[in-house]
């Protein structure tokens, strides 16, 4: 019993805190509506461990845990291949940063020469 408050009310403070907006968030309206539709699956497994059982057989897989575990694999590789794309983006737009730092700069140096001449 108090194991599953405890864990309802972790599920909700995490979700609360994973909403917060930053300011950088892209799409945040739809990834809000995911993380609502995860809190509440989540809420409804804690309080109902057999509803999890159940969907579980529903789709061919043995137990509740297995499904669990399947899931968190399924996300941890879509967190890994969002993360390795953002790297990627950030990685292309910091070569052109150095490139026009690069262009800027020879170009202030070159008007500087022609100063001194």
Known sequence: MWIQLLLIVAFIALAIIMMKRTGADSHLAIKRIFLGLFVIAAVLSVLFPQWL????????????????LYGLVLVFLLFVYTQYRRNLAQQRQLTMLARKIALLEAMAEEQAEHTRE
């Open 53 to 68: 059982s159940w969907v579980a057989n529903l789709v061919g897989v043995g137990r509740g845990t297995d499904l669990v």
